[in-house]
């Protein structure tokens, strides 16, 4: 995906996820499902890589996602895709920081990787070099430049997730799906391009207990409506 939006509140613990995922129009792709049973490891699966973009483990209550810092990975390059569900599948935030910690980041193609639970954020990337660390703000974004980098569309969609974090957690949900379908400015959220644009887009919630709701638009968001998905009766 190339543009992910975390927002974390503490009253009650909550944390809203965005995500836009931008990718070659003809790159197959599955809608999100149950990658593994056990962990259940939940999530949209790249047909190319194997991977995902976006996976939620439903009993630890974490979620991974991943922006591509670059289109497509060389030759010999680790799928960053399986890297996601690999971290995903861990136990907990701390299991899943201590497998990338241990990780040569730099087998993969160029990413920026966010881990996260109601309670932290935590981000790693390999671009320029490798690193992991925890976010102490209440909002995160990441798009496809190296973190940290000034770029107009995460500065446009940071500026207005702190406008949403301001909100509280209910009414940032329901408003969320508009942000991510905007077309305004030179760098829109919601991307269409020759051959290129906006695929899908993700609303995540997760509370305490796991996860709240996932509404996911299997198409461009601005057009395609959000549907909330069921998960395994028990996670649900």
């Not at 922006?67 to 861990?90: C, I, Q």
């Not at 241990?102 to 070099?129: M, S």
């Not at 379908?181 to 906006?198: F, K």
């Amino acid at each position: 995906m190339c543009v992910l939006v975390a927002i974390r509140f503490d009253d009650p613990p909550r944390l809203l996820l965005g995500a836009n995922r931008d990718e070659r129009l003809d790159r197959p792709w599955r809608p999100p499902h149950l990658l593994l049973d056990e962990p259940p490891v939940f999530g949209g699966q790249d047909l190319v890589g194997g991977g995902s973009w976006l996976a939620v483990n439903l009993a630890a209550g974490v979620v991974v996602g991943v922006t591509n810092a670059r289109l497509g990975a060389p030759p010999g390059e680790r799928s960053r895709g399986e890297l996601v569900v690999s971290v995903a599948r861990e136990g907990g935030v701390a299991e899943a920081l201590a497998l990338v910690a241990e990780l040569d980041l730099n087998r993969y193609g160029p990413f920026n990787l966010l881990i996260a639970d109601v309670h932290t954020l935590w981000t790693a990337t390999n671009l320029p070099i490798p690193s992991l660390r925890r976010e102490e703000g209440a909002v995160v974004v990441i798009g496809n430049t190296p973190m940290g980098t000034a770029e107009v569309r995460t500065h446009r969609a940071h500026r207005a997730a702190l406008s949403l974090a301001r909100l509280g957690g209910e009414r940032a949900g329901s408003v969320l799906g508009k942000f991510l379908a905007d077309h305004t400015g030179e760098d829109p959220l919601c991307r269409h391009g020759q051959g290129y644009g906006t695929v899908c887009s993700t609303i995540l919630e997760l509370a305490p207990g796991g996860v709240r709701s996932y509404r996911f638009a299997a198409g461009p968001p601005c057009t395609t409506p959000f549907t909330e998905l069921l998960l395994p009766s028990r996670y649900s």
